[in-house]
């Protein structure tokens, strides 16, 4: 794209203020892209005449919706809270990105497969949620898929973690002043993702036309308990870690054991791949406030 297109551009960004779309609106401005970004107190993504109102009053040539309902266990008991979101919602901005004949951008999970077997997930693989978030979320799919069949992103990511909000880093960070050992689940394999290079990927994604899915991840593979080994090994913490089962720890809403994801689309596509998870912890690590996560 040339610098006259780029400058053309104006990009609408939902959960503008979350930890994603916080790395996203960073991104877009690095690169002296105008940008518009709201979270749910500007605009009310379950509010259909908000939304088309709103959004074709920006008047934006492209859109990423970050915004969503990600309280996996809180899912469980408030699914339809949870659909109103992650899919109604979605819809509706999907249907305002129709009328005004943009792309747009929807991010989606590794939770909407079943977590079987080893075998890393491509993305034309058949879905199959086994919790209420995953269902939800692929339902944002299906009816962005509905809305613009031509022109849209599907970006599944997984095991996100950045400097904006709550995450497994900072909580380990957290505990790790008043504990000196964890149980950590080693069965539950994946990949972990730093916001910001998913969100130098958008970006890159969003002024093209290479539409599609992609499994997006940082990469390489490893169990939660790797990752929190490898946290505090960086940190030059002496934590002891102790690896339990998925079912031994327990959580209200089924994990996926396999989360490991064929990324291999995103360079076919002309894309750059994600570092590797290694990479970017270190890089996390170095760019935090260490105190400033312990205050919060």
Same mark, same amino acid.
């Given at each position: 794209?040339?610098?006259?297109?780029?400058?053309?551009?104006?990009?609408?960004?939902?959960?503008?203020?979350?930890?994603?779309?916080?790395?996203?609106?960073?991104?877009?401005?690095?690169?002296?892209?105008?940008?518009?970004?709201? #979270?749910?107190?500007?605009?009310?993504?379950?509010?259909?005449?908000?939304?088309?109102?709103?959004?074709?009053?920006?008047?934006?040539?492209?859109?990423?919706?970050?915004?969503?309902?990600?309280?996996?266990?809180?899912?469980?008991?408030?699914?339809?809270?949870? /659909?109103?979101?992650?899919?109604?919602?979605?819809?509706?901005?999907?249907?305002?990105?129709?009328?005004?004949?943009?792309?747009?951008?929807?991010?989606?999970?590794?939770?909407?497969?079943?977590?079987?077997?080893?075998?890393?997930?491509?993305?034309?693989?058949?879905?199959?949620?086994?919790?209420?978030?995953?269902?939800?979320?692929?339902?944002?799919?299906?009816?962005?898929?509905?809305?613009?069949?031509?022109?849209?992103?599907?970006?599944?990511?997984?095991?996100?973690?950045?400097?904006?909000?709550?995450?497994?880093?900072?909580?380990?960070?957290?505990?790790?002043?008043?504990? #000196?050992?964890?149980?950590?689940?080693? #069965?539950?394999?994946?990949?972990?993702?730093?916001?910001?290079?998913?969100?130098?990927?958008?970006?890159?994604?969003?002024?093209?036309?290479?539409?599609?899915?992609?499994?997006?991840?940082?990469?390489?593979?490893?169990?939660?308990?790797?990752?929190?080994?490898?946290?505090?090994?960086?940190?030059?913490?002496?934590?002891?870690?102790?690896?339990?089962?998925?079912?031994?720890?327990?959580?209200?809403?089924? /994990?996926?054991?396999?989360?490991?994801?064929?990324?291999?689309?995103?360079?076919?596509?002309?894309?750059?791949?994600?570092?590797?998870?290694?990479?970017?912890?270190?890089?996390?690590?170095?760019?935090?406030?260490?105190?400033?996560?312990?205050?919060?």
């Amino acid at each position: 794209m040339s610098n006259s297109d780029k400058d053309q551009m104006k990009i609408f960004v939902t959960g503008a203020r979350g930890q994603l779309g916080h790395d996203i609106m960073l991104e877009l401005e690095k690169r002296d892209m105008a940008a518009i970004g709201v #979270d749910k107190e500007e605009m009310d993504i379950t509010d259909r005449e908000a939304v088309l109102k709103y959004i074709k009053e920006a008047a934006p040539t492209a859109l990423i919706h970050c915004a969503a309902w990600t309280a996996v266990d809180a899912a469980e008991d408030q699914e339809e809270a949870c /659909r109103l979101v992650n899919a109604v919602g979605t819809g509706y901005i999907a249907e305002a990105c129709k009328d005004l004949g943009i792309p747009m951008m929807y991010f989606s999970t590794d939770y909407v497969f079943n977590g079987q077997g080893q075998r890393p997930w491509q993305p034309d693989d058949e879905p199959e949620p086994l919790g209420a978030y995953g269902r939800t979320k692929y339902e944002g799919e299906l009816r962005l898929r509905e809305q613009i069949p031509d022109s849209f992103f599907i970006l599944r990511i997984q095991w996100i973690y950045g400097i904006n909000g709550k995450n497994f880093v900072k909580t380990m960070l957290r505990l790790s002043e008043d504990h #000196d050992s964890f149980r950590v689940v080693d #069965d539950q394999i994946g990949s972990p993702t730093y916001t910001p290079d998913v969100a130098r990927l958008a970006v890159d994604m969003i002024q093209t036309d290479r539409y599609g899915i992609y499994h997006v991840a940082n990469t390489g593979y490893c169990s939660w308990y790797d990752f929190a080994v490898k946290i505090f090994e960086l940190c030059e913490k002496n934590v002891k870690v102790q690896p339990v089962s998925t079912e031994e720890y327990g959580a209200k809403a089924v /994990r996926p054991q396999n989360s490991r994801m064929d990324t291999s689309k995103i360079v076919k596509n002309g894309f750059c791949a994600l570092p590797s998870w290694e990479d970017a912890l270190s890089r996390f690590l170095e760019e935090i406030d260490y105190g400033k996560i312990l205050r919060n």
